[in-house]
């Protein structure tokens, strides 16, 4: 029964993620695929897996204890802070503070986590603003 209304929670915020991305504004010269193109794929993929346990649940699920919810939820709280600072510090710095955050707590030791959120910031940097050219947020460094 908790698979499925789990899964009725996620096809809800699924439908909802759509409708809010269909107020997406369009550009008058936009490339083919458009800005709302990403929002749709992420609205679709949450639909289907969240359909998936609707239609083929669970006999016995195992619920995280309580460890494993304070976990998920300073995981929460991490991208929650991410997307508030983004603007202010930039991609760059507050990717590598989030990668490093989450990396430490999925179990590396702390040098390794900050290591992590460095090379996962700067790679991500390169890759979609270097390579792609897309426009990520500048902070007070200029990157």
Same mark, same amino acid.
């Given at each position: 029964m908790s698979d499925r209304i789990f899964g009725?929670?996620?096809?809800? +915020?699924?439908? /909802?993620?759509? @409708?809010?991305?269909?107020?997406?504004?369009?550009? /008058? %010269?936009?490339?083919?695929?458009?800005?709302?193109? /990403?929002? &749709?794929?992420? =609205?679709?993929? $949450?639909?289907?897996?969240?359909? &998936?346990?609707?239609?083929?649940?669970?006999?016995?699920?195992? @619920?995280?204890?309580?460890?494993?919810?304070?976990?998920? %939820? !300073?995981?929460?709280?991490?991208?929650?802070? &991410?997307?508030?600072? #983004?603007?202010?510090?930039? /991609?760059?710095?507050?990717?590598?503070?989030?990668?490093? $955050? $989450?990396? @430490?707590? #999925?179990?590396?030791?702390?040098?390794?986590?900050? %290591?992590?959120?460095?090379?996962?910031?700067?790679g991500i940097y390169v890759c979609f603003h270097?390579? %792609?050219? +897309?426009? $990520?947020?500048?902070?007070?460094? =200029? !990157?």
């Open positions: 009725a929670v996620c096809v809800l +915020l699924s439908i /909802f993620y759509i @409708w809010v991305a269909t107020g997406i504004d369009l550009p /008058f %010269l936009a490339d083919p695929v458009g800005p709302r193109a /990403f929002p &749709y794929i992420i =609205g679709a993929m $949450l639909l289907v897996g969240g359909a &998936y346990p609707i239609i083929r649940p669970d006999d016995e699920p195992h @619920w995280p204890n309580l460890r494993a919810w304070m976990e998920i %939820l !300073f995981a929460v709280a991490i991208m929650v802070a &991410y997307a508030m600072v #983004l603007r202010d510090l930039g /991609f760059v710095a507050s990717t590598a503070i989030a990668s490093a $955050l $989450l990396s @430490w707590r #999925l179990g590396a030791t702390p040098i390794r986590a900050a %290591l992590a959120g460095i090379g996962i910031a700067v270097l390579i %792609l050219g +897309l426009s $990520l947020a500048r902070g007070p460094w =200029g !990157f």
